[in-house]
């Protein structure tokens, strides 16, 4: 089946392909430990790379794509049967999306500040931050020219760019949900599994995407794991079981495979990390059934995890300038006490910000667009 078909509406015998699994807890907690080593890769520039908590954190990304597309799949299938449209999912995913987002723009402006209270007005061009913070606020990568960081797509907080493609990759899944069945999945998947392949063979770094020199890696990391991931979610199967057991291994196996980083042939090992071992960690993941501690720790840390990707690094910006002023500590020279301060300091801010202020936001915005269409559908009568 073609993505022209209309096959994209299974069968009930395709139906009964999927894990019995409803409750995906297991993945909460991966998610939520992709994104703390995500945070302590960030640290390295600061130490100097004395402390390389984290050298193969870059993956996370391709973990985070594979699991938008598996949660999205399984958040929306139905609704797309059941006549769901392209604006209603995108309304509900800016619902999702956006209020951490822009709290983290004002966080990082929060930052900016600090640098120009701290070294002066002549620290950033009017114009380029002007510009800087009008992309980042429509959630489109600003122009090099335009830019106070010309050599990133998110000047404002840099990991905003995975969230970018992961949007676009949402649209894609939206416009064609009802036709991308297996082989149409299977065949996006594929060429972005090529793309990886070709650059892992002719040394390209597979972890491009936030810098616009290496942004070539970003669409064939996004089309392998968040397609791969929807077609894992359909198609996939497999009996739920007790993962109390399982669950502190594949969370160690997780984080370890980010920490360690090969002397050679870097470029095979992420290749084999993103098409091979993330796709069995997540399928793997989906079959369990946590209860107790465990089920404990993987919610609240899959809870906060969004929070902590998109705080982090401007709330690491504002601590530095602030240690550089107080002790004069030089930005590039930090220690392991400013590591683990600052990230203890996020985890307590991104859960603030994910129970306290991205839930009531959240619902008050969708109070307020019920009221809307209740306004609208008055009027139309």
């Not at 991104?350 to 667009?369: E, G, M, Q």
Request: proline share 4%.
């Amino acid at each position: 089946m073609g993505l022209g078909d209309a096959g994209g509406v299974r069968t009930t015998g395709e139906r009964n392909l999927r894990p019995e699994t409803s409750h995906f807890d297991a993945l909460h907690g991966l998610r939520g430990i992709a994104a703390v080593l995500v945070m302590l890769g960030h640290f390295s520039e600061l130490t100097a790379r004395h402390l390389e908590l984290a050298p193969s954190g870059f993956l996370a990304v391709d973990l985070f794509f594979l699991l938008s597309g598996f949660v999205i799949a399984h958040a929306y299938d139905e609704k797309f049967r059941k006549g769901m449209s392209f604006w209603e999912f995108a309304e509900a995913r800016i619902l999702r999306l956006y209020p951490l987002y822009f709290a983290a723009i004002g966080v990082a402006m929060v930052g900016v500040g600090a640098v120009i209270a701290t070294q002066g007005l002549s620290s950033y061009s009017r114009l380029d931050l002007l510009a800087s913070l009008a992309f980042s606020l429509l959630f489109l990568p600003t122009p090099p020219s335009l830019s106070v960081g010309p050599d990133v797509l998110f000047p404002l907080n840099g990991p905003a760019w995975s969230l970018f493609y992961e949007l676009v990759a949402n649209a894609v899944f939206a416009a064609l949900a009802l036709k991308l069945a297996r082989r149409s999945l299977a065949a996006i998947f594929s060429l972005g599994f090529l793309a990886l392949a070709l650059m892992a063979w002719h040394g390209v770094i597979l972890g491009g995407g936030a810098h616009w020199d290496g942004t070539i890696a970003a669409p064939a990391r996004i089309a392998f794991s968040f397609f791969l991931g929807v077609y894992l979610r359909r198609y996939a199967t497999g009996d739920s079981r007790d993962g109390n057991l399982y669950m502190p291994i594949l969370l160690a196996l997780c984080a370890g495979l980010m920490i360690f980083r090969p002397a050679g042939n870097a470029q095979s090992y992420d290749l084999a990390i993103i098409v091979l071992v993330w796709p069995w960690l997540v399928l793997t993941a989906s079959r369990l059934r946590l209860s107790g501690f465990w089920r404990a720790i993987a919610l609240f840390s899959g809870n906060i995890s969004y929070a902590i990707y998109a705080l982090h690094t401007p709330l690491i910006r504002i601590v530095n300038v602030l240690d550089e002023s107080v002790t004069g500590t030089q930005w590039n020279q930090h220690g392991l006490p400013f590591v683990v301060g600052t990230s203890i300091l996020v985890i307590a801010v991104s859960a603030f910000a994910h129970y306290v202020y991205d839930k009531n936001v959240r619902t008050l915005l969708r109070h307020l667009l019920s009221l809307r269409r209740a306004r609208e559908g008055v009027t139309q009568f």
